[in-house]
């Protein structure tokens, strides 16, 4: 398979990780009902666990796949169960009461508040996003910003260290280019099983 661009992309091999750019067999996709079939159908895998059951809105049902291939790296769980929480504090609360084992896409805030928790992990992923400030100089601008002066007293003025420690709650770091790998995507919550 040869994939071009007209661009670079050098994101290309980390977003071909993500389950919704996965390369799939032409022949699975038409036995499974083609594009349309496979969009109203639960994926099909080769994993650890393997699709149970789904209740629209409520949760998704894995259980381990006995028949994986590799005996040494047989799922650890008989079963994992995903709920649907909109709510982050309802979230946070179910792992906190330990009805939940992890909390998925916490703002960083409200996660920041279990650092130093010794019942909840908070673990940071990372992903290069980052935010930038940009100047409107055309002709529907503001006409002090075509001064570039102006746009460099604005840039110094801006405190970029605070700026970061107060967007990320001190996770992350001011970006000084396009990719920087330390920019906060996820947190996730997780309960500490004591046994």
């Known amino acids: 398979m040869t994939i071009a661009f007209t661009t670079p992309a050098p994101d290309l091999l980390a977003m071909l990780t993500w389950s919704n750019f996965g390369i799939a067999s032409e022949d ?6 083609g594009l349309e079939g496979v969009a109203k159908n639960p994926l099909a895998g080769s994993g650890k666990y393997k699709f149970k059951e789904w209740v629209s809105g409520q949760y998704i049902l894995f259980e381990r796949n006995e028949d994986y291939w590799d005996d040494n790296y047989v799922g650890y769980f008989k079963e994992i169960k995903l709920t649907f929480t909109a709510d982050a504090a309802a979230r946070e609360m179910a792992v906190e009461s330990g009805d939940a084992q992890v909390a998925y896409d ?54 970029y260290d605070a700026i970061s420690a107060v967007g990320t709650a001190g996770f992350g770091q001011p970006v000084y280019g396009y990719f920087e790998p330390n920019k906060i995507l996820r947190i996730s919550l997780k309960k500490m099983l004591h046994t």
């Not at 699975?28 to 009902?33: L, P, R, Y």
């Not at 100047?135 to 529907?140: L, R, T």
């Not at 503001?142 to 110094?156: H, N, P, S, Y």
């Open 28 to 33: 699975e996709v038409n036995a499974a009902g």
């Open 106 to 159: 916490m703002p960083v805030v409200q996660a920041a508040t279990y650092v130093g928790n010794a019942n909840v992990n908070v673990v940071v992923y990372s992903f290069g996003q980052n935010t930038r400030l940009w100047f409107n100089m055309g002709e529907k601008g503001q006409e002090c910003l075509k001064d570039e002066k102006v746009r460099k007293a604005i840039e110094l003025a801006l405190d």
